[in-house]
């Protein structure tokens, strides 16, 4: 699952190299194991980043921000501390992310944010959840609306043997 978000694994490297011995004296909160799905238009969305925005960030930083990706079946377990380990209790607003891969002529690359820009921001997303005490199993974030536009298109180009294939390219070009 990491191939979709490689960064988590960079970020999680250079906070341990980095960090060392101080990261055992950072304050954890206790977590609740929090499950949830996430569905596109009423079908579930494999893939996407799941990240709850605890109301108490600013005042308390150690609260974490609690993430998943969602598996095949659009399901996914909170990860704040160790993988799958829950998130702490309190109010959060949730964001959702999902971005395609798409193949430019240089290779792969991870696309920009396809869903809807309100579900971008804590504050547009309109989705939000009390996590309490116990096992926690978030209501179906049932997401609708349309893909962005990514700015790479397909485009059909001819071999040299006049056959049709499909290639991607840049839009406008």
Request: proline share 9%; with cysteine.
């Amino acid at each position: 699952m990491m191939t979709r978000f490689p960064f988590c694994a960079v970020i999680t490297t250079l906070v341990a190299a980095g960090c060392g011995p101080k990261l055992a004296h950072f304050p954890h909160h206790d977590v609740q194991p929090v499950e949830g799905q996430v569905n596109w238009n009423g079908k579930p969305l494999a893939g996407a980043l799941v990240t709850l925005y605890p109301q108490a960030w600013k005042s308390d930083p150690a609260t974490g921000a609690p993430w998943a990706e969602t598996a095949a079946d659009g399901r996914f377990q909170l990860t704040t501390y160790s993988k799958g380990d829950g998130a702490p209790l309190g109010p959060y607003l949730i964001t959702v992310h999902y971005r395609r891969t798409e193949f430019p002529r240089d290779g792969n690359a991870f696309g920009p944010n396809v869903l809807p820009k309100e579900y971008e921001s804590p504050e547009t997303s309109g989705l939000s959840v009390e996590i309490v005490k116990g096992l926690h199993v978030l209501p179906l974030l049932d997401l609708r609306g349309e893909f962005q536009k990514t700015g790479i298109v397909k485009k059909k180009k001819k071999n040299d043997r006049g056959h049709g294939i499909a290639g991607l390219q840049e839009k406008g070009g």
